[in-house]
């Protein structure tokens, strides 16, 4: 059974910066793409960031790009956001997700994912 289990979330200010974690379970980390994405209130659910099985491959939506990084550490089995110069529109429910199937690609679309954590909650004030 894959679990993933996100932390870090919080209350910052416009400007400060967050870490992110997500920490995965049940199988092989480091054999599956994984991705960041977002679901703000009234909105729907936004891919943020997403990285291939060994972090050779990286990709950030437009409007995080310069801001926000994500990585892995497959010995931790654990996934990353780092998040600066945050904006008052960060503001969401954080999610990690990974496939079923071993990949060498990167995915944005979320239908590409089989597994999801609960999130965890980015509040940015302005």
């Known amino acids: 059974q894959v679990q993933l289990v996100e932390s870090g979330g919080g209350l910052v200010q416009a400007g400060g910066s967050l870490t992110l974690s997500c920490a995965a379970s049940?199988?092989?980390?480091?054999?599956?793409?994984m991705g960041w994405f977002r679901q703000a209130p009234g909105k729907e659910r936004e891919f943020v960031a997403a990285i291939s099985w060994n972090g050779g491959s990286l990709y950030h939506t437009e409007s995080v790009k310069g801001r926000f990084t994500i990585s892995r550490d497959n010995t931790k089995n654990t996934l990353y956001l780092q998040m600066n110069s945050l904006k008052p529109e960060d503001t969401a429910v954080y999610c990690c997700a990974t496939t079923a199937r071993p990949s060498f690609s990167i995915y944005v679309r979320d239908l590409r994912y089989d597994y999801w954590g609960q999130g965890t909650q980015v509040t940015v004030s302005s």
């Open positions: 049940g199988r092989t980390f480091s054999n599956y793409a």
